[in-house]
Structure formats: structure tokens, C-alpha cells
């Protein structure tokens, strides 16, 4: 079925180490992927995203990494910051459609 | 430019009444998506619909609940007979269409069912 892992649902960081995020998904054609980040009561915002024709892409202290044979995708935060703390949605479009599957969330904090 | 705009943004019933949850895609997008969010949980694909069209249905129970997205005005989505296991947040998002992926999501409505 269509359906994506995500791990670890909570993660907690001091400020200025890095937190990586990992997801697992189901559609092996799926050739989109995309980040989100949700603060408390508001709305998701993307965050980065990456498609199956690169392996890596990178956006100041974001990056996201894609292995298709493994079908796994992973974010990456380098020096966390406070606000960085929020829950963190991946999510995978299922191949053939405009249908998007999101992972469980990741709910990160970073300690001051 | 306005970004995704939903109203209300909190909506209060009770059992048995209906609930209609509006969403205004950002100028020049034609493709909107529903969403429901439970507490703690992820994004629950409903609806795709293109202007005047439903692509995509199969995340929408098959009963109760209905999406439209007319030619003129919002995307409306309808819950009839609410119940309190409806009570989420509904978000909606949108995309330009064909040779984009991006969403782009608007602040949600919560849904409380009394």
C-alpha cells in the first residue's frame, strides 16, 4: 500500500548540533519529495524538497538526501537553533498521481 | 501576493449539523488538495480537484463528506451530520497545476464537534 515511515517521532537536540530525520516509503516510481515544518497551530510550510534525479540538495543549514534503491530520503539540520524546534512532516507524491502521502512527524526540540 | 486563505478558521457544531470549510487557492494556482489533521498526527490525504473537477476522492470517506471547486469562487468542503470523530483540523493546499509539484498550505479550520 502507499505508505511512508518516518523516524524518530521525537527527537531532542542542544542547540548547535545537527538532527537528522529519516523516512521510508513504499512507491519505488514516486519521484518527488518534499520537507515540511509545522509550528504549534499554524499552518505546514515546505521546507526543502527533492526530486529522483538528484541524490542530495542543500539549502543553508537544510539538507535533504534521496537513496531510491534503498527508498529512503533523510533531512538533515546542521547547527540547530531554538527555532528550528517544530514538528517536521516528510511526505512522498505517489507515482502517476497528485497524491501525496506524509509521514507521522518528527516532533524536534532543540535546548538552549 | 495572498497566500492559501481558509475560513473559518475555527468552526464549532454540534452532532447532526453541517459543516462547510472554504478554501481560496493563491491567485493562479487551479489545483487544491483537502487534508485532515488529528491531533499529534500527520496530514490525511481527502481530495484533489481541479477547477470544476475531483481528480482524486480516494482519501474521502464515501459518505458525508463532499468537495467541490467551481469554475467561480472557493473550494468548498462539505461534512453533513456531523459527528464528534470529525473534529480535526482541515487544511487545504494548492499548487500552480501541471509541472509543479509544490503545495502551498493555507492556516487550516478546526472542526469541533460538541
Known amino acids: 500500500g502507499e505508505n511512508v515511515e518516518q523516524h524518530p517521532s521525537t527527537l531532542s537536540v542542544q542547540e548547535g548540533d545537527s538532527a537528522v530525520i529519516k523516512c521510508t516509503y513504499s512507491?519505488?516510481?514516486?519521484?518527488?519529495f518534499p520537507w515540511y515544518k509545522q509550528e504549534l497551530g499554524k499552518r505546514p510550510q515546505l521546507i526543502i524538497d527533492i526530486r529522483s534525479n538528484v541524490g542530495e540538495k542543500k539549502d543553508q543549514r537544510i539538507a535533504v538526501t534521496l537513496n531510491k534503491t534503498a527508498k529512503h530520503f533523510s533531512l538533515h539540520i546542521t547547527e540547530t537553533q531554538p527555532e528550528d524546534s517544530a514538528v517536521y512532516f516528510c511526505?512522498?507524491?505517489?507515482?502517476?498521481?497528485?497524491?501525496?502521502?506524509f509521514g507521522t512527524g518528527t516532533r524536534l526540540k532543540v535546548l538552549a | 501576493n495572498a497566500g492559501v486563505m481558509q475560513n473559518p478558521r475555527h468552526l464549532v457544531r454540534r452532532r447532526g449539523q453541517e459543516a462547510r470549510l472554504r478554501c481560496s487557492p493563491m491567485k493562479g494556482h487551479s489545483h487544491v488538495y483537502w487534508y485532515r489533521q488529528l491531533p499529534e498526527e500527520g496530514l490525511k490525504f481527502m481530495v484533489y480537484l481541479q477547477k470544476e473537477n475531483i481528480i482524486d476522492e480516494s482519501g474521502m470517506p464515501k459518505e458525508r463528506f463532499s468537495a467541490e471547486f467551481p469554475k467561480e469562487g472557493p473550494s468548498i468542503l462539505r461534512i453533513q451530520q456531523v459527528v464528534r470523530g470529525d473534529s480535526a483540523a482541515y487544511f487545504c493546499?494548492?499548487?500552480?497545476?501541471?509541472?509543479?509539484?509544490?503545495?502551498?498550505f493555507g492556516p487550516g479550520t478546526r472542526l469541533t464537534v460538541l
Open positions: 511526505a512522498f507524491r505517489v507515482s502517476g498521481t497528485y497524491k501525496y502521502i
Open positions: 512507491d519505488s516510481a514516486s519521484n518527488y
Open positions: 493546499a494548492s499548487s500552480p497545476g501541471t509541472g509543479s509539484d509544490t503545495q502551498y
